[in-house]
């Protein structure tokens, strides 16, 4: 009953436990990339304080995934992974809430959630709608978020069966924390949580990193729908009568599509399979024809704007 009153009063004034301070110090905007030592610190906090530190947890992760930056809500999922893998019922319990789950549904659907961080979503929502599917019973949440999302039509990426927590899902909610394995590590660059920095821990039983074509090849694809949307809208846009400069969506795919062909810049210059190469030019190729379009087209508005050439 105590306990009780003490989680409500810390939930009224959003006071944080030992794991919500901690949890900060993970997602922290300063981190160039997640720390899996800290993370790993977290879930033994959380195995360690049963379903207290499982709320203070949840609660806090939810807090730090709303922020408004996406390093942040990255950084923010990269914990809530490894907790899942990690922890015992009590979290697991938590997280297949409709608060949080609602929450991770929330960012698939709002076209303003930044592409990496959509992905990363719909990676995790994924590996645990496959991962808890026949613990429906007692975590419906789970599967039935993952099928939903299938049902309106949500594109998933590839499964990736590394972010899906290891052993059986029910031996797990029987068992309790205490006789899991822990899972050293997370899925590293594969969600957009890797930011290249000093405080990326890479997974401790994993082989050294080795390049992956097939999820490079997955990740061109999305480049390449940006991309088309972005020439499509252009493709309807009349520079005289529409506000293409200050036009948000536009505007969105723009500095995704910038910041897409500075990225592809560096990797063909990093890239060393001869096959792959050509596939990075010729998207980057038509990111340039796009962005300059753009250009085009906004530079044509502006001069027919009040007071602009023309």
């Known amino acids: 009953m105590m306990s009780s009153a003490i989680s409500s009063f810390q939930e009224a004034f959003d006071i944080k436990g030992e794991v919500g301070r901690l949890i900060d110090i993970a997602t922290s905007e300063t981190l160039l990339g997640a720390d899996w030592q800290q993370n790993l610190q977290i879930c033994d906090k959380i195995n360690a304080g049963g379903k207290e530190a499982a709320k203070d947890a949840v609660r806090s992760l939810r807090k730090r995934m709303k922020h408004k930056n996406p390093k942040v809500q990255l950084l923010s999922l990269s914990v809530l992974e490894a907790a899942v893998k990690n922890c015992g019922p009590e979290l697991l319990m938590q997280v297949a ?129 940006q991309t088309t949307l972005l020439s499509d809208m252009l493709g309807e846009v009349n520079g005289k009568s529409e506000d293409v400069a200050d036009n948000k969506l536009l505007s969105e795919l723009v500095r995704n599509c910038r910041v897409f062909n500075q990225r592809i810049m560096k990797l063909v210059e990093q890239v060393q399979e001869d096959d792959i190469i050509p596939h990075l030019v010729s998207v980057n190729e038509e990111l340039i024809k796009a962005l300059e379009l753009y250009d085009d087209k906004a530079k044509e508005y502006l001069g027919n704007r009040p007071g602009g050439r023309g």
């Open 97 to 225: 809430s409709k608060d949080l789950m609602g929450d991770l549904q929330a960012f698939v659907l709002q076209p303003d959630v930044e592409l990496g961080v959509q992905r990363k979503v719909l990676q995790l929502v994924q590996a645990w709608g496959e991962a808890f599917k026949d613990t429906r019973e007692d975590m419906p949440l789970f599967y039935e978020t993952y099928s939903a999302l299938k049902s309106q039509g949500i594109r998933f990426p590839e499964y990736d069966p590394t972010l899906a927590p290891t052993g059986r899902p029910q031996d797990r909610m029987s068992a309790g924390a205490g006789g899991m394995s822990v899972q050293r590590g997370g899925s590293g660059g594969q969600g957009g949580a890797d930011f290249g920095g000093r405080n990326q821990q890479p997974p401790r039983e994993a082989a050294p990193a080795t390049f992956d074509s097939e999820k490079l090849f997955s990740d061109l694809e999305q480049v390449k729908m």
